[in-house]
């Protein structure tokens, strides 16, 4: 289907505006029968040229009023079958999402202060802000101590993710880190994922020292399914201070500090991470860490792709109805006003021919 621009849309077939010709023909033979004003000499096409020499000025003005009408009802007809459109253009935008899955330990250790105010605080602050930019991706959260639970599964609903991250406290699974648990449960939420990327992104303070199944077996399954592993250690690697919590006879909670070993094993984090494709992060600070996302954010980029589309709407309707109006109305005033001033006007020629035979008899 061919287009025509024009001045209020466009015409889905404008071979057809040749139909126009035929009004401007008639326009054209109209300007023959003005008058001339040097030579002052009418052209008569017909009778119809000698009766309007005949008439007023006042009932050729009504002619030619419903002359310039019915040119415009052809002109409307003739744009009508010329299919006038409105298009309506635009992009449509289709994502090629990742699917995320953060899996983040929640031991006892992450009230440790070496990151400000604490580490649990600045991995979920600086989670907050990875899953509000990655709009178009799917993402998950799974937790782990000393066992592993999901708390969110892979959705695009970013509000109820915020929230599940801002709910997330310590002291609420079994002790111990379970780095190993946490990830087989991340598999088992990316495995039948259909994204072409699939991602985990594991936020740990501690050394695997607990749960069923060892953090390389993991790994390496992880590498079976097509999913890249990256592994960010958080804190400081010597003595850092961490809240102790004691009750007295009475239940009465006080807390006390208490300076407690590092026990991160960036080792097993590289190990982790270059079984699978992906990186190994040390976080030493807030900074660091928000840094470490923000690359991780750049590394596994959505795919976003735009189609154009395209709208088209049929205006035809207008034209057709604005000429069937025009048509009425005109016929209204020639089988009204002006047919009462044709009567006037117009000899009435049966009458001559009558009186004519009478006298003759």
């Known amino acids: 289907m061919s287009t025509f621009s024009f001045l209020w849309g466009s015409l889905a077939d404008p071979q057809r505006l040749y139909f126009l010709l035929l009004p401007l023909a008639a326009v054209l033979l109209g300007l023959f029968w003005w008058k001339e004003k040097n030579a002052q000499r009418r052209l008569r096409l017909g009778s119809y040229g000698g009766f309007l020499e005949k008439q007023s000025q006042r009932t050729r003005r009504h002619h030619w009023l419903l002359f310039s009408g019915l040119v415009l009802a052809t002109v409307l007809i003739g744009l009508a079958a010329a299919r006038p459109l409105h298009i309506k253009s635009w992009a449509k935008r289709y994502s090629e999402g990742i699917d995320i899955l953060i899996c983040l330990d929640l031991s006892e250790s992450m009230e440790a202060t070496d990151l400000v105010p604490t580490r649990l605080v600045a991995a979920k602050s600086v989670i907050r802000e990875f899953i509000e930019k990655r709009k178009d991706d799917r993402i998950g959260i799974v937790t782990f101590g000393g066992e592993a639970v999901t708390r969110a599964p892979l959705t695009k609903d970013h509000d109820f993710l ?48 607990v749960g069923a199944v060892n953090p390389i077996t993991a790994a390496n399954l992880a590498r079976q399914e097509g999913i890249k592993i990256y592994a960010i250690g958080m804190g400081k690697e ?107 006007k117009v000899p009435n020629v049966k009458a001559k021919k009558e009186d004519a035979h009478a006298a003759a008899v």
């Not at 002790?175 to 087989?184: E, F, W």
């Not at 590092?262 to 860490?289: C, F, H, Q, V, W």
């Open 162 to 209: 915020l929230a599940q991250v801002e709910a997330l406290q310590l002291r609420e699974l079994k002790q111990g880190t379970a780095i190993g648990n946490g990830l087989a449960n991340s598999i088992g939420r990316l495995r039948h994922s259909e994204s072409k990327s699939k991602v985990i992104v594991l936020l740990t303070d501690g050394d695997n020292n």
């Open 238 to 344: 010597d003595r850092v201070v961490v809240p102790i919590y004691a009750y007295d006879m009475y239940g009465k909670k006080t807390q006390l500090v208490a300076q407690v070993p590092s026990y991160i094993n960036p080792e097993l984090l590289r190990k982790i991470a270059d079984l699978t494709g992906g990186l190994a992060y040390m976080a030493r600070d807030t900074t660091a860490l928000s840094q470490i996302l923000q690359a991780i954010d750049r590394f596994e980029r959505t795919k976003v792709r735009l189609r154009p589309m395209q709208k088209k709407e049929e205006l035809f309707i207008y034209p057709t109805a604005l000429a069937l109006l025009l048509l009425v109305v005109l016929y209204l005033l020639l089988d009204t006003r002006f047919r009462r001033i044709n009567l006037k």
